[in-house]
């Protein structure tokens, strides 16, 4: 755990390794909703992953559209699914370290020093139960039970739950960084004044 985090670490501490980090989850990110866009252009409707408000009901009244080339291009979706959350977690990861190493409160040596950013993963969890659920749901044919119906669910909620969370923790790390370091402008620039004052006195 700890040497993944020095790995983390390490990423932050050069503006390109960051920027390749960045690049690369904005290149799954594209890659994952051009595959989604084909399997809705071949569905008519979006996939089970990404209906956020999905329901066993809508589930189940949607199941026969996954036929022939759409369940086809939802497998291949769903075959990319299993990479992207774990390169959107690692961004995440990293965002969060750079965050905390850039950080002066007291906190955030403290969170480093506990492995913070790796909670950015547990998402990526969630996201890999759901995937297997759904994939389990649409090989199991046209009546699929009651406990695949209610885990697929049960995940999707985890894992929205999670996501929100992280979208919640990266807004309060950017807005504590952003006051830290907009506190240490202030104190510097009272302190040049007030050198300035007493070598005018």
């Known amino acids: 755990m700890r040497r993944i985090q020095m790995g983390l ?5 050069n503006f390109w390794r960051f920027m390749l980090v960045l690049g690369l989850n904005f290149a799954a990110f594209n890659i994952l909703f051009a595959l989604e866009g084909r ?3 071949l569905a008519g409707v979006p996939t089970f992953d990404t209906q956020n408000d999905l329901t066993t009901e809508t589930l189940l009244q ?19 699914d299993f990479v992207f959350p774990f390169v959107a977690a690692f961004f995440l990861a990293v965002l969060w370290t750079l965050l905390l190493r850039i950080n002066g409160w007291p906190f955030a040596a403290s969170l480093l020093r506990w492995n913070f950013p790796l909670l950015a ?3 990526t969890l969630f996201d890999w139960l ?5 994939l389990a749901l649409l090989n199991s044919g046209s009546a699929p039970g009651e406990t695949l ?7 999707k909620q985890l894992k929205l739950t999670v996501l929100t969370a992280s979208v919640g923790i990266t807004v309060v790390l950017l807005v504590l960084t952003a006051a830290y370091w907009l506190l240490r402008v202030v104190r ?3 302190g040049r004044q007030d050198a300035q004052t007493a070598k005018g006195i």
Not at 65 to 80: M, V
Not at 130 to 134: A, D, G, K, P, T
Not at 149 to 155: R, V
């Open 9 to 13: 670490t390490y990423l932050t501490r």
């Open 39 to 41: 399997f809705e252009s």
């Open 62 to 80: 949607q199941l026969p559209l996954y036929a022939g080339e759409a369940r086809t291009a939802y497998f291949q979706f769903a075959a990319f």
């Open 121 to 123: 993963f547990a998402g």
């Open 130 to 134: 759901e995937n297997i659920s759904l």
């Open 149 to 155: 119906l209610n885990a697929a669910i049960l995940f």
């Open 188 to 190: 510097s620039s009272r």
